[in-house]
Antibody, heavy 119, light 110 residues
Framework: QLRLQESGPGLVKPAETLSLTCSVS??????????WGWIRQPPGKGLEWIGG???????FYSPSLKSRVVITLDTAKNQFSLRLSSVTAADTAVFYC???????????WGQGTLVTVSS | QSALTQPASVSGSPGQSITISCTGT?????????VSWYQHHPGKAPQLIIF???SRPSGVSPRFSGSKSGNTAFLSISGLQAEDEATYYC???????????FGGGTKLTV
């Protein structure tokens, strides 16, 4: 069974860069038809798509976050990462790393990690 | 503002059936059969319950069903049970560099 696990700081200062890593185990990381992505949920709000990356390296981002987001793959380590720059309190959220299926639905979710933006 | 529009809340009594709508555009819901639905209980990761508009992953109860008409997708839950109380989200492929869009979520009260 595929397992995804987020890791990274739980507290980030305003204007700094939020960095999270997702470690993938229990399955193949090198699948061309699946994407690896990030979704967040601010407190009291709904799920928000951040972006995704295919094994080929093609990336796709939410228009509202595109200017601040970078998602990368590290195939040697079976990991993918999220960097969100110039964060504000509005970026406080539970961040999920996910794997999407052939039809773009999210089949696998990490447990989620809370990142708080505060000085 | 979410790209897909869902009602904020729905409610039903045990044993009843409910339907949740998810409205998009011809660039997402209406243009492709790539609509998914998720069940989200507080404190847990969301779970995929419908993909490709109406397909269920292995292990998901047949009480959950999906359909689509034009730019609107629907999730139906029959024989409501207390454990169905959760927030339900729809998502769809979108023909832009975004790839996926989500609805704002619908809180189901049983």
């Amino acid at each position: 069974q595929l397992r995804l696990q987020e890791s990274g700081p739980g507290l980030v200062k305003p204007a700094e860069t939020l960095s999270l890593t997702c470690s993938v185990s229990g399955g193949s990381f090198r699948t061309g038809s699946h994407y690896w992505g990030w979704i967040r949920q601010p407190p009291g709000k709904g799920l928000e798509w951040i972006g995704g990356i295919f094994y080929t390296g093609s990336t796709f981002y939410s228009p509202s976050l595109k200017s601040r987001v970078v998602i990368t793959l590290d195939t040697a380590k079976n990991q993918f990462s999220l960097r969100l720059s110039s964060v504000t309190a509005a970026d406080t959220a539970v961040f999920y790393c996910v794997r999407g299926g052939d039809s773009y639905g999210v089949e696998f979710w990490g447990q989620g990690t809370l990142v708080t933006v505060s000085s | 503002q979410s790209a897909l529009t869902q009602p904020a809340s729905v409610s039903g009594s045990p044993g009843q059936s409910i339907t949740i709508s998810c409205t998009g555009t011809s660039s997402d819901v209406g243009g492709y059969d790539y609509v998914s639905w998720y069940q989200h209980h507080p404190g847990k990761a969301p779970q995929l319950i419908i993909f490709d508009v109406s397909s269920r992953p292995s292990g998901v109860s047949p009480r959950f069903s999906g359909s689509k008409s034009g730019n609107t997708a629907f999730l139906s839950i029959s024989g409501l049970q207390a454990e169905d109380e959760a927030t339900y989200y729809c998502s769809s492929y979108i023909e832009t560099n975004t790839l996926v869009v989500f609805g704002g979520g619908t809180k189901l009260t049983v």
